[in-house]
């Protein structure tokens, strides 16, 4: 039988190849497996159309896609007690976030 006690401590490490980038845009596609978050730079718009370029993917499982979720909500809800509502500007379809 599996347990479910939770570990007495988490240490954080960061690898050598570890990077930080800004993101203005997500992509996300899912399969019944996983979910793919693809992570871009809207490098152009006019309005002609718009140029994103994507410098990152990154797969989840679901159970991780719903934790990422779950705390997302919690965070963007203190942010806004804080700071105010988060305004959204009208999207495009597709499961892109701009």
């Known amino acids: 039988m599996a347990t479910t006690e939770q570990p007495a401590s988490v240490e954080m490490r960061k690898r050598p ?17 996983d979910f ?4 871009g730079v809207m490098a152009d718009a006019s309005a ?8 990152q993917g990154v797969y989840l499982s679901p159970q991780q ?5 779950n705390i997302l909500n919690q965070n963007i809800a203190q942010y806004e007690s804080a700071f105010g509502e988060i305004r959204l500007e009208p999207q495009a379809s597709g499961g892109v976030i701009q």
């Not at 793919?36 to 992570?39: A, D, I, Q, S």
């Not at 002609?48 to 410098?55: D, L, Q, R």
């Not at 896609?65 to 979720?69: E, S, T």
């Open 36 to 39: 793919y978050l693809t992570f």
């Open 65 to 69: 896609a719903k934790a990422l979720a």
């Open 17 to 33: 190849d570890y990077r930080e980038n800004y993101a203005n845009s997500v992509q996300v596609r899912m399969t019944m497996w």
């Open 48 to 55: 002609a159309g718009v140029v994103i370029e994507s410098f």
